[in-house]
């Protein structure tokens, strides 16, 4: 069993850099392939980025590629995601994910199994 907390969401302005934090406990994070997903009103839950157990395979969704960048620290079960050049459709609850992962590879999209309660994040025009 895995507990996923987020944190770090909030309001700011187009252009404008976030980061969020997920903070794992119950089982070592180390044996997880983590990931972030958002849900806008009225929107389905989408994935965003992706990274595997130790870090050196990551995935991300189109529309975040080159803005966002997904990371973690095994040490500290902690997992980020650093958001720049922020745009109003970025405004979304963040979640955080855990799927384990016997080798080191990305979960499926469908392959998570814990989530986190989620974060807001509002990016104004």
């Known amino acids: 069993q895995v507990q996923l907390v987020e944190s770090g969401g909030g309001l700011v302005q187009a252009g404008d850099s976030l980061r969020l934090s997920c903070a794992a406990s119950?089982?070592?994070?180390?044996?997880?392939?983590m990931g972030w997903f958002r849900q806008s009103p009225g929107k389905e839950r989408e994935f965003v980025a992706a990274?595997?157990?130790?870090?050196?395979?990551?995935d991300y969704a189109a529309s975040v590629k080159g803005r966002f960048t997904i990371s973690r620290d095994n040490a500290k079960n902690t997992v980020a995601l650093q958001m720049n050049s922020a745009k109003p459709e970025d405004t979304a609850i963040y979640y955080c994910?855990?799927?384990?992962?016997?080798?080191?590879?990305?979960?499926?999209?469908?392959?998570?199994?814990?989530w986190g309660q989620g974060t807001q994040v509002t990016v104004s025009s």
């Open positions: 994910a855990a799927a384990f992962r016997a080798s080191n590879s990305v979960a499926g999209r469908n392959g998570y199994a814990y």
């Open positions: 990274i595997s157990r130790s870090a050196t395979i990551t």
């Open positions: 119950g089982r070592t994070c180390s044996s997880y392939a």
